[in-house]
């Protein structure tokens, strides 16, 4: 589904990707880890086309997307959760909602997938004419799932959802995200909680300094001493 | 009771039913007024909100359209509703235009530098004015249908201050349909947050701000023609003191929001009405009363009356 080849993206003088390649295929769970500086959300922003590449190339489903404007890439059925959620605090948490359905023009979709993320967040309801500012972390971080759902993608990207969050809500976000792969979503997860993001992967890659320096199934990164030592605190 | 006592007594009724009378129709010269500031700080409010940038050039694009009437009745002979209807079309090009070439290739520059661009703009503006079009005052057209009074009550209002009022209203309830109703409003305000974030919404950010200056500047037309409509000299710094004027509206209502410019606009009008009609003598301190209202709101609600923090 999405294929990265190549990727090189620098700020200014400092290199952030040094020739990253790596596949998401359809319907899989696909989590890169990495410390902090290690590019994972340069990664994300260059797949979006929210920083520039220098070189190499995106695909999606074949098609070359490198480079190409942001509200162009995310009408082809993928869609991001940035990092640090991100929602517009000046916007009820319907309209945060209806944002993300910007490209849609189906109003009974729009309704029946708003719906879904009901079902999903229960609490996105109860706050529907909150404005997103007054709501709390963990809210925040549901809305902006939800908003990203809103386009109904296929691919779904997240960039540290946990960050920030209690631990307890952390465990619910993640059983989440979970239940939208079960119904048929396929995703890439950037996570520092490199535990739970290997848990729920079908395979994973470790990010170091801008380059790829490890890959494997969730499993088999879990029982990498490297892995274990650099990553899981043990 | 001598008759000199019952006609002096006569004479003070009298007097308080014409201040009434006097009141009232200084009261809608006044809310006339305080509609075309409000029109004229919603432009720099959208544009602010989204954008983050003060257009100074906003009173000179105030300016441009009174001329684009100028022209087209004087140069096409268009009818003057016509011409009206054509300058409000050339001036949100103009708007459009402007953030292409001065505010666009700075969008990701420090702010300041924005900000020059505006201000060079504004000269720009004026000298460009100045040389094609002349220093000197212009007679701005005045339709006789628009001109006639009526008598409402005892109370006489020119026909074209009632259409002011009118207008103005109607072009604020389409301007909240759209910012509070719409797709694109709902685009605007998104963009006023984050351009990032919007762009991974699908948003089409050039294009939401190209909208954000062409209806601005629109209602910069129509203020600009209401205003020579009451004021019918125009020339090339007559955008100064109203672009000024109603930024300090935009600042006093809390710039960003609408309906802070609206309040701010209309308390600027009322100020300027009434007092050059209660105090005459004070006329001259008129803008020097604006801006103290500025200093004093600045001081007890620094974001303005309706701001965010």
Known sequence: MLEVRDLHVSYGAIKALKGISFKVEKGKVV????????????????????????????????????NKPT??????????????????????????????????NDKDGIQE??????SLFPVLKERLNQKGGTLS?????????????????????????SLGLAPIIVEQLFEVIQKIHSEGKTILLIEQNAYAALNIADYAYVLETGRIVLQGTGKELLANEEVKRAYLGG | MSDAQASACAFSSGGVLMNLTLFLQHLANGVALGFVFGLVAIGYTLVYGVVKLVNFAHGDIFMMAAFFVYYGIVLFSF????????????????????????????????????????????FLLENFAIVVFGGR???????????????????????VTII????????????????????????????????????????????TITFTFAVGSSLAAISAIFWALRYPQIWP????????????????????SIKGAMVGGFLIGMISILLVAFLPDLAGYRDAFIFIMLVFVLLFKPTGLFGET
């Open chain 1, 137 to 161: 972390g963990g809210e925040q971080q549901m809305l902006a799932i939800g908003r990203a759902l809103m386009s109904r993608p296929d691919l779904l990207m997240l960039d540290e959802p």
């Open chain 1, 31 to 66: 989590t890169l880890i990495g410390s902090n500086g290690a590019g994972k959300t340069t990664t994300l922003k260059a797949i979006c086309g929210l920083v520039r590449v220098q070189s190499g190339n995106v695909f999606l489903n074949g098609e070359n997307i490198t």
């Open chain 2, 137 to 159: 005052q212009k007679p701005f057209y005045q339709p006789a249908v628009l001109n006639k009074t009526l008598n409402v009550w005892g109370v006489r209002i020119q026909l």
């Open chain 2, 164 to 207: 002011t009022i009118v207008v103005s209203i109607g072009a604020l309830f389409f301007l909240s349909y759209l910012v509070y109703k719409t797709k694109m409003g709902l685009a605007m305000r998104a963009l006023a947050y984050d351009f990032d974030t919007a762009r991974l919404m699908g948003i089409n950010v050039d294009r």
């Open chain 2, 237 to 256: 710094f007559m955008g100064v003191f109203p672009g000024w004027r109603a930024f300090t509206a935009a600042i006093i209502g809390g710039i960003g």
């Open chain 1, 71 to 104: 509200n162009e890439i995310v009408s082809k059925k993928i869609a991001m959760v940035p990092e640090g959620r991100r929602i517009f605090p000046n916007l009820t948490v319907y309209e945060n909602l209806l944002v993300g359905a910007y490209q849609r």
């Open chain 2, 79 to 122: 009818p003057w509703f016509l011409s009206f209807l054509f300058a409000i079309f050339l001036t949100a090009l103009l708007g459009i235009s402007i953030e292409k070439v001065a505010y666009k290739p700075l969008r990701n520059a420090p702010r300041i530098s924005s900000l020059c661009s505006a201000i060079g703009m504004s």
């Open chain 1, 113 to 118: 997938d708003m719906e879904w993320i009901f």
